[in-house]
């Protein structure tokens, strides 16, 4: 096994906002009714932007957002992160205010907006009690797994560590299941990169699976309370079919860690 690289790049976490964090806002909207009663009768796209070029857009019309990379219409709101630094700082949680370049003349989305976004950080990053709540616990899990699911592929593409192990990959798909819940993820090892998808891939048949026996065990594992390793050894996370596939699949899964802290 290569030693792994501890710094992660810079770039790669700017553009896990964009990329990673960003898409898993049409789960945040879907699966939390809290979430989908601030979000309200607001209508129109929300262009994110920084300095390095990075872009993404959240289309919010009818109760739902699709995040896109190009523009269905003009946003009416367009906000930006800054630096490439200011951006990681703003993943990270430290200090870091984004700019509003058009939006102010609309201050009632603009809130919505903003509690939304805090909202969101709450369920990714629970604080005291909250988890023991099986409900909170499985969208807690939902929303971790839609993150590393598109972050996974984002680190994929940006992180040389992470493209040299899954060069040593075969290709094929990897299913993560949770067991007993409607908590599933699909990836999709290619020659060109990792594609992410929701759900499974009812279709193909995986060449991999890995199943968590609990959301308890997804959740500690992919906010790396517990190494996905010991799950296995301790028959906490079974992986069955194309085992060296879902093991490189499954280190670059752990990296998802080191750029996004829970």
């Avoid at 700082?89 to 919505?112: E, K, N």
């Avoid at 499985?138 to 971790?144: D, F, G, P, S, Y």
């Avoid at 592929?153 to 075969?170: F, K, V």
Wanted: net charge neutral; hydrophobic share 45%; with cysteine.
């Amino acid at each position: 096994m290569i030693a792994e690289s501890s710094v992660p790049d810079l770039e790669v976490c700017a553009g896990l906002f964009f990329r990673g964090i960003l898409p898993s806002f049409e789960d945040f909207i879907k699966f939390d009714p809290e979430a989908a009663r601030i979000l309200g009768s607001s209508k129109g796209s929300i262009q994110f932007t920084n300095s390095a070029g990075d872009s993404a857009y959240l289309h919010v019309e009818d109760g739902q957002v699709r995040w896109g990379s190009s523009a269905k219409d003009e946003p009416v709101i367009l906000i930006g992160l800054g630096s490439v630094e200011n951006t990681v700082r703003f993943i990270r949680g430290g200090f870091a205010l984004p700019i509003v370049y058009r939006g102010w003349s609309r201050p009632i989305y603009l809130f919505r907006l903003l509690r939304l976004f805090l909202r969101f950080q709450s369920l990714l990053k629970p604080k005291g009690k909250s988890l023991e709540d099986p409900a909170f616990r499985i969208l807690h899990v939902r929303l971790a797994l839609a993150t590393a699911l598109f972050s996974i592929a984002e680190i994929g593409r940006g992180d040389s560590w992470a493209r040299t192990i899954l060069e040593q990959c075969p290709n094929g798909t990897v299913s993560f299941l949770v067991d007993g819940e409607d908590l599933a993820a699909t990836i999709e090892k290619t020659g060109d990169g990792l594609i992410p998808r929701r759900g499974l891939e009812r279709e193909i048949r995986a060449d991999a699976v890995v199943k968590f026996s609990s959301a308890k065990v997804a959740m500690e594992i992919l906010t790396r309370k517990t190494d996905a390793h010991a799950g296995v050894a301790l028959g906490s996370v079974q992986v069955e079919g194309l085992i060296p596939l879902a093991d490189g699949i499954g280190h670059v899964l752990d990296r998802v860690g080191r750029y996004l802290p829970s």
